[in-house]
Each structure stands twice: as C-alpha cells, then as structure tokens.
C-alpha cells in the first residue's frame, strides 16, 4: 500500500480502474527564459539520433522555424487584444488558437521536432530509461559520464552513491538539453519523497549545485514537485528562495488554490485524466457538481482555477494537460499553456483558418471574465494541511496515488538500472 493510500484509507481495489492509464508526465514548459543563442552549427543532429519519447515546448510558426522568445511576459507574444481575432490573418488553427495560449505538444518523437520546433524540455525518469534503452543516443554520454562521477565514484554507501549517479544522470542530460533549447528545463523530483517536505528541498537543492556546477543557471530551470500538502509546502519555501517550481498531479481546486497561494510558478491541472475517472467512478463532490452544471469536469476545474489565480493577483501560470481533442483546446483558449497529443496539433495545423470557419476562436479565458467570477466562502480560505485534506475527493485521492505510484516505480527502475550497468566500461 502506498503512502497516499495509507493516509486517506483508500482500497486499492479502487484503484484497479486506473491502472491501465498511462500516467507518466510526458510534458514540458517554456516558461520566462531569457534570450538565448541560437544552437551551434556544430550540434548535433538529435532528432534523428534519439528516436525515445520526450517532450518539448514550442512556438507555432508559419515556416516552423525554432522560435526564440523573451518568455518574460507573463502570456505568449501574440496575443490576441479582444474576446477573438480576425481569422483571416492567419494560416492554420494552430497560429489562430496560439494567439490566445501557448500550445505545447504531449509526447513529440524526435522525428517529429522539425516540425514543432522545441524551445524546453523536461528530465524525467521516463527520459531515463529511454536513453538508457537506446545506447546510440546523443545523451548516453551524460548518462555515462554521470557513472564515472568522481565525486559519486568515492561515496562509500551504496545507496548514497546509487543516489548520487541518479542525481548526475539527471543534471547532465538537463545540461545537454538546456544546449539544445532556448527556454527552460524542467527536472522531475522524485515521487518517492512526495510526503516529506524537508527531503523535497534538499533534493532541490542538491540538483541545483549540480547545474550550478556545469554552469546552467538557476534562471533556466523548474523543478516538477508532486501538489502533495508536503510538497506545496516544499514549493512555498523553494519559491521565497527564488527557486523556480512546477505543482504536478493536480486533481482538485483545493490543490490548485493552495499552490496558487504558496507561489507556485506553474499548476498543472490534467483534463482528461478527470474526465475518464467521472466516466466510471461517482461519489466526488466537485466532480459531480460540474457535471450537474452540464459541464466538463475536467474543464471546469481549469476554469476555476484560472479565474481564482487571475482574481486573487496570484503569480502562478496554469497548464491545462492530458488536453484529448480540438474541442478540448477550443474550450481552454486564454489559459496560460495547452498540452495537446500530436495528432490534435497536426489537425490543428493542417486545417487553414478562414472568415468563415465554424470555430470563432474565441478566448474562453480571461483576466476580465475571471474577476466577474463568484466563489463561496469555503474556497476563499487560506489553506492549511487540515483543511486541504478534507477537501481533497475521490477523484483527486485517487488520480494522485496511481500518478506517484507509478511515477515512484519508474525512479526505482531507473536505480535498478544504473545499478547493473555501473561501473560503466573502461572505468
């Protein structure tokens, strides 16, 4: 039994209708990174060398060329002044809905990054195994160079050293990428340590001296934290270091409004992961309340959030993931970022916006329809661990025990794995 099943006495039978999901996070930012360079000539040609699933970031447009953006400002460049644009400006439903929100692709082979062009990336265990998996890589050499670690290599406990490669791996393939995009790099932190705020830091901190060692500045990176009560506290305390955080695993508005007020620099709500647990499952107050409104639940729990961070001045962009179909963009547009599957973007891309399309494009989202929003006085509360537990559903309880069970599975098969490869050859 995990220890998000142990605290809220949750069945894993409960849990049988969830695990044939996919939960790994295969997402990433570009998030208020600086200018940066173009890519040297002499890089290497990775998207034919790395043919694992990892995700970027990118900037729609219309040659597909990489896109170096001041993501400074707190919404993409084009944005659209009114509630819609004038279509015939435009030449895809991707430069027409990317006027209003930032669209990011879920899961791009790097076959495919030509044709959306990344400007972030994220590290994750997942990323790990795949390269570890494919040994003509353009990054096993960071994934080696990290086994041959001398500061790892003269650690005497066995875990501590394990630990210390995993930490390596990580930084040095966040390195390599951070050469490769323009924007930020996104570093998962451990599912495993979800519940333990003090270990959450450290663990921050310890990849953060590792970048700093291979000269990657703090302003180029996130850190991924499960929206445990723990590790929103553990956002809280990294964000008033100015240590930049993303809030994953968010199910609930209580998650969304506690990382909002403790800072969080991204939330990410997962849409159809919500929806595909009202389709089977009942019972979740706030699942089913959206549902009696004829809504979404997975969408309204976007809208909610959004109007709460936009009314209350809270500085946290919100992420709209596990995004199914175009409708689904559609209905999202003046959210902050859009993670949509690649055959979304391709139609998306493929279809050509005119006067007379049947979508508007209107923006469904926005600061000025955010303050005209009404919440109760049970949504308006400063959180605390008390009331955060209480307000946490089913839906939420047991979307977040299946997302950090797996996610803590691929960790181990990760240490698993650079434990039989290690040492690595000629060291």
């Not at 208020?32 to 002499?42: E, I, V």
Request: hydrophobic share 40%; with cysteine; proline share 6%.
């Amino acid at each position: 039994m995990s220890e998000f099943q142990r605290i809220y006495n949750l069945n894993p039978v409960s849990l049988l209708n969830l695990a044939s999901q996919s939960l790994t996070q295969k997402m990433s930012l570009s998030l208020q990174s600086p200018p940066s360079a173009p890519l040297s000539p002499a890089s290497p040609p990775f998207h034919r060398t790395l043919r694992s699933t990892v995700s970027f970031s990118f900037r729609s447009t219309p040659h597909s060329t990489l896109h170096l953006t001041n993501f400074r400002a707190s919404l993409p460049q084009f944005r659209a002044s009114s509630s819609s644009i004038d279509t015939a400006s435009v030449t895809s439903e991707l430069d027409a809905v990317s006027a209003f929100s930032e669209i990011v692709p879920d899961t791009v082979i790097f076959d495919d990054f030509e044709r959306f062009p990344p400007t972030a990336a994220t590290v994750s265990s997942s990323l790990l195994l795949g390269i570890c998996g494919l040994p003509d890589t353009v990054f096993r050499n960071a994934v080696d160079m990290a086994l041959a670690d001398s500061e790892c290599y003269g650690l005497q406990d066995p875990n501590e050293r394990l630990s210390c490669f995993v930490n390596k791996a990580f930084v040095n393939v966040g390195g390599d990428m951070a050469k490769l995009v323009p924007g930020r790099v996104s570093t998962e932190v451990d599912a495993r340590l979800a519940y333990d705020t003090h270990a959450i830091i450290r663990k921050v901190h310890d990849l953060l001296k590792m970048y700093n060692d291979i000269n990657i500045p703090p302003q180029r990176l996130l850190f991924k934290i499960p929206s445990t009560w723990q590790g929103i506290e553990a956002a809280r305390l990294l964000e008033s270091e100015g240590i930049q955080t993303h809030l994953t695993f968010v199910y609930s508005f209580a998650q969304a409004a506690a990382a909002a007020q403790a800072g969080a620099s991204v939330i990410q709500i997962f849409v159809g992961r919500i929806r595909d647990w009202a389709r089977n499952h009942s019972n979740d107050k706030e699942v089913e309340s959206a549902l009696l409104r004829g809504e979404d639940p997975g969408l309204a729990l976007v809208t909610k959030a959004y109007n709460y961070i936009h009314k209350y001045g809270h500085k946290s962009k919100l992420m709209a993931a596990a995004v199914r179909n175009k409708q689904d963009v559609l209905s999202l547009l003046g959210v902050d970022y859009i993670i949509a599957p690649l055959k979304v973007l391709q139609s998306l891309k493929e279809s050509v916006a005119t006067p007379d399309e049947k979508y508007s494009f209107l923006r469904r989202l926005s600061p000025q329809s955010a303050a005209k929003y009404m919440f109760n006085d049970e949504e308006l509360v400063k959180w605390d661990e008390d009331r955060f537990t209480k307000a946490m559903g089913p839906a939420a309880v047991q979307l977040m025990a299946a997302g950090l069970d797996g996610h803590a599975d691929q960790a181990k098969r990760v240490e698993d794995l650079l434990g039989k490869i290690w040492p690595p050859p000629n060291v």
